[in-house]
């Protein structure tokens, strides 16, 4: 028999959502207000600059405190390592509000170290390679937890489309640079998948259940966000191919 949230559930779910996109609007709005220097901040389609400059705005306290206590990079990768084994578990036991908070954090940690080194001089070839081997588990491990969380259904092919894009994102950069081609472009990088698929995770669980009479499939707005996942991850992998293709191209041109 299914669950059927009661109307207390409901209106907490329903206020809870309000006040985290209440929250986010009127910070980003005075945020965007006052001037900023945001030609540093590079931004995207899905991610603007203003939108990326307000995020690093609000983790300055938390980057302050990794700074002043000396915090190794590696220990904040490391960190993120174990969160991301947290978020397969809870996927994998149905979770989905929790785990979409949790690869949110973890996608936090992972803009963290990379300035906590450059501001600490922590950085290294061998902290870049580390830091590189978590991003990959971490976006693995994040995929495995939904395998089995849609193991029963056909879902699943979806989420290994996700997990195949998402790959190739990854794996089309890496060889590029290997090669010495600079690839940067694509509609779909890191930050933004965590984005998408953490939010949609969140709010997907709190529209679950808010809206039980819809009966709708369960979870529709996380299935919703993981078919756009993985349509968007794909494209961004085709992009760069085509990309790295022209940019080799001109060079054996030359």
Not at 209 to 231: D, E, R
Request: charged share 15%; hydrophobic share 55%.
């Amino acid at each position: 028999m299914d669950y059927y949230p009661s109307i207390l559930e409901q209106a907490f779910a329903l206020a809870l959502l309000v006040f985290i996109l209440g929250t986010a609007v009127v910070s980003i709005r005075a945020y965007l207000q006052r001037p900023h220097d945001l030609s540093g901040v590079r931004g995207s389609a899905v991610l603007s600059a203003g939108i990326r400059g307000w995020y690093i705005e609000n983790l300055a306290p938390i980057e302050e405190f990794f700074v002043r206590w000396r915090v190794a990079p590696a220990y904040l990768s490391y960190a993120q390592l174990v969160g991301s084994v947290l978020v397969t578990v809870c996927y994998a036991c149905g979770m989905v509000f929790t785990a979409g908070w949790l690869l949110l954090c973890t996608g936090t940690l992972d803009i963290i170290d990379g300035r906590v080194a450059r501001r600490t001089h922590g950085g290294s070839a061998r902290g870049a390679f580390l830091d590189s081997v978590v991003d990959r588990y971490a976006d693995s491990l994040a995929y495995l937890g939904l395998a089995i969380f849609f193991r029963s259904s056909w879902m699943l092919w979806v989420v290994l489309f996700a997990f195949l894009g998402t790959l190739m994102v990854s794996y089309v950069r890496a060889r590029a640079e290997a090669l010495g081609a600079e690839c940067k472009v694509g509609l779909l990088q890191r930050p933004e998948r965590y984005v998408i698929l953490g939010f949609g995770c969140v709010f997907g669980a709190l529209v679950e259940h808010m809206t039980p009479w819809l009966h709708a499939p369960h979870y529709w707005l996380v299935i919703l966000t993981v078919v756009v996942l993985a349509a968007l991850s794909n494209a961004s992998a085709v992009q760069r191919v085509v990309h790295v293709l022209g940019v080799l191209g001109e060079r054996s041109d030359a």
